[in-house]
């Protein structure tokens, strides 16, 4: 190839990488590959997607700049042969309650146009028939299509009486001040069992008495009495709570009050969000709701038997769209289903939609791990459709973990050797087959096979559920085991989230989940924090040279007085593109002069946050810092530095962090749901022994997982299909994974012959 064939890549040093030079050939579909950790992100969306907005944008007049994202240069020497480039990661897609699959999609605008040129009898222009317009939205939801109330089960404890925790919610009860209004309620007794109340009792708490009652409430800042009105919990749970924003609220009472609310489908519009003259407008027999509630690979025919020829063309541009879908493997989804319900697998699947359909070339793509979240049998059609975009002439980078997109590559670059400080090097480039004889972690995944557990766990108890229903699930019956690792698995769509994540969680509140959400990953946040160990370091630190701990705080009194703790400064730098400089007053260490001059054993507090995890495991010796860091090191984090910004961590390395922070509980139920997203195999099997130690430990494991290695090693496997959507939603194997092997309706049975 010649010069400007290649992305030339000279120097890049974002987060882990080692100024690291590299070609990337364009017009290929070429995928990175490596360890969570070993700066695959770092390269592709750290370094080439940022330098390629931030040149992009340059070209734009300083008045449209001012108002685009702005973008800091990487750290990086050199780069050359750019091209536009688009990120499809998998953040969430407008995550409200008012952003739908048809909304995100740009499918529900065209709907709405049909039912206003089509639709009889006409509720009017398109704007009438959008559940966000006052025009069509329900009146009595607002276009929610649902209202949120207590839920007063949950509110009440009746064994306790009001001057003990009768009432659970927290500012109602256990020294809020807001607990005066039912403690000293004359009309109720506080010593009273909540369950002995009479029935006029309960009106009185609930929902306040017959006539307006005043209570005499003392101002303790200025000792005076006043007279404040009796209100009930219900309405006054409602209009603190439910009629306003609570984001202002500390994230602790925003948590609690979600505990105590549920969400219940709107009587008037029946959930549509619509009003009634809207949904009267129907095409075909069918209104609007009713679109927006089919399934979409059903939503394509009703679309083809429009025979209006207006209709017929509007219809065909809606049709278009929701092929794209079915490409996706989304074909099972419905334009109603809200975007916040999504997996960041589907959200992925969702914005590639918009892609498929361009007539843009010589553009770079980059895909964080499309087939995350994808049965072995989705992810191979997802590969087809990268390179359908490459055969446009487009640079297709890819990260990665998957043998299908790994051998479907036209160009391989693994990063490592291994993860964080050991990474951020190119340890190989080329192809698939000089790949497999290179020596490298991801080289030995791709020779490694796939064998049943050959001696999976007994069990005698389990979780039963009965008759469960939701989503697509066909009324089924399933037995989940106690005391095993349990694997459901099935194809994207197929029910498996709805059975566990959802029907087994809600009817056994006591699970622990640890799903996809990321924990908070501010720079401010550590290791160290995120664990706890770093208020047992202060103390140490405090007591070692008798002063207070707030010294050894980088957010207190011991911060850098130039950057406030955070050890380098964005100036203000109006419409030039901005900058991040190292403080010159503390080196980047965060802390003041004062703080760094204490020590503890020959260390200060930067030195100390500057170890590895492993390191500190053999520094300290307080069992209230070491067991943590321990148990860090068992989750394969033991390269990390205790002051490593959380908001650099890789996707697998922040859920293995979340993973670690439950490790030390016994005798309980835990669902993760796809813990094997974004993990390389070598990962993967990491994770596994951590899953086998808590079921040594007392605890049942259920995992939603699609990777062969773990479904093949559990002890009970659960397959659900025996395809998405409507088609799913029937449990087709229960047993031990090597009698999967024998189902013929299971793909997943299928691909693990594959792989053996």
């Not at 006539?211 to 404040?228: I, M, W």
């Not at 690979?297 to 769209?321: T, Y």
Request: hydrophobic fraction near 35%; glycine fraction near 10%; proline fraction near 6%.
């Amino acid at each position: 190839m010649s010069f400007d064939e290649h992305i030339k890549i000279r120097g890049a040093a974002a987060n882990n990488l080692k100024r690291v030079d590299v070609d990337i050939p364009k017009e290929r579909l070429v995928v990175l590959a490596g360890v969570s950790g070993s700066g695959k992100s770092s390269l592709a969306f750290d370094t080439v997607a940022v330098e390629s907005s931030r040149q992009w944008q340059s070209a734009y007049p300083m008045f449209l700049r001012a108002r685009l994202p702005r973008y800091e240069r990487p750290p990086v020497d050199d780069i050359r042969n750019l091209t536009p480039s688009i990120v499809v990661d998998q953040k969430p897609i407008g995550a409200n309650a008012r952003s739908t699959v048809g909304t995100a999609t740009d499918t529900a605008p065209l709907i709405r146009l049909l039912f206003s040129r089509v639709g009889q009898p006409s509720a009017g222009g398109s704007m009438a028939y959008s559940f966000n317009h006052p025009h069509g939205m329900c009146p009595d939801c607002t276009g929610l299509g649902e209202r949120v109330e207590l839920d007063e089960e949950k509110m009440y404890d009746l064994d306790e009486t009001l001057n003990g925790k009768g009432l659970r919610f927290s500012q109602f009860s256990g020294g809020s001040w807001q607990e005066f209004y039912y403690r000293c309620c004359p009309l109720l007794d506080p010593d009273k069992k909540l369950r002995d109340f009479t029935p006029e009792e309960w009106k009185i708490l609930r929902v306040g008495p017959d006539e307006p009652l005043k209570l005499g409430f003392l101002r303790h800042n200025t000792g005076q009495v006043s007279q404040v009105p009796y209100e009930g919990v219900v309405p006054r749970f409602q209009r603190l709570y439910l009629n306003r924003d609570i984001s202002a609220l500390k994230k602790s009472i925003q948590d609690e009050v979600m505990q105590f609310v549920r969400r219940c489908p709107c009587t008037a519009c029946g959930g549509s969000g619509l009003n009634p003259k809207a949904l009267a407008s129907k095409i075909n027999g069918y209104n609007i709701s009713d679109y927006y509630d089919m399934q979409v690979s059903e939503l394509i025919g009703v679309l083809e038997a429009i025979q209006d020829p207006l209709g017929r063309s509007i219809a065909g541009q809606a049709s278009q769209r929701l092929r794209r879908m079915v490409d996706v493997g989304l074909g099972y989804l419905s334009l109603s289903r809200r975007t916040d319900t999504l997996s960041g697998g589907e959200s992925q699947r969702l914005k590639m939609v918009r892609h498929l359909g361009s007539g843009l070339n010589n553009l770079t793509y980059i895909f964080d791990e499309p087939t995350a979240g994808l049965h072995p049998a989705d992810a191979r059609r997802i590969g087809v459709l990268l390179q359908a975009l490459r055969d446009k002439r487009n640079t297709v980078l890819v990260v990665e973990h998957s043998r299908q997109m790994l051998e479907l590559a036209d160009h391989i670059i693994e990063l490592g050797p291994l993860a964080g400080s050991q990474g951020g090097e190119i340890v190989y480039q080329g192809d698939l087959a000089g790949l497999k004889e290179a020596g490298t972690l991801t080289a030995a995944a791709l020779s490694e096979r796939v064998q049943p557990n050959p001696s999976p766990l007994p069990w005698t108890e389990s979780f039963p559920i009965r008759d469960a229903s939701l989503h697509n699930l066909k009324h089924i019956d399933v037995d989940i085991p106690k005391g095993v690792l349990t694997a459901v698995s099935g194809v994207a769509g197929s029910g498996k989230s709805s059975l566990i994540c959802q029907e087994f969680v809600s009817r056994f509140p006591e699970t622990i989940v640890i799903d996809q959400r990321p924990i908070g990953t501010s720079s401010r946040s550590t290791p160290a924090t995120y664990t706890g160990v770093m208020d047992e370091i202060r103390k140490l630190f405090g007591k070692a040279n008798k002063v207070t701990p707030q010294w050894f705080s980088f957010n207190s009194k011991g911060a850098c007085p130039v950057c406030k703790g955070k050890g380098e400064i964005t100036p203000e730098v109006a419409f030039a593109d901005p900058v991040t400089i190292l403080c010159e007053e503390c080196r980047g260490a965060r802390y003041n002069p004062t703080a760094l001059s204490y020590r503890y054993q020959d260390k200060n507090i930067q030195e100390v946050l500057d170890m590895t995890v492993s390191d500190s495991v053999e520094f300290f010796t307080q069992p209230k810092i070491v067991e943590p860091l321990r148990v860090l090191c068992q989750v394969g984090l033991g390269y990390m530095t205790l002051g490593q910004p959380t908001s650099t961590l890789s996707g697998g390395e922040v859920q293995r962090l979340k993973l670690a922070s439950e490790l030390h509980k016994q005798g309980n139920v835990y669902v993760l749901d796809e813990p094997s997203t974004g993990l390389h195999s070598r990962d993967a099997a990491h994770l596994l022994a951590l899953l086998r130690q808590l079921v040594a430990q007392g605890n049942t494991v259920i995992i939603v997982e699609h990777r062969m290695e773990l479904i093949a090693s559990a002890d009970w496997v659960i397959d659900m299909g025996p395809e998405g959507g409507s088609k799913g939603g029937q449990v087709l194997f229960a047993g031990v994974p090597a009698d999967l092997l024998n189902c013929p309706s299971s793909e997943t049975g299928r691909y693990m012959r594959g792989f053996l």
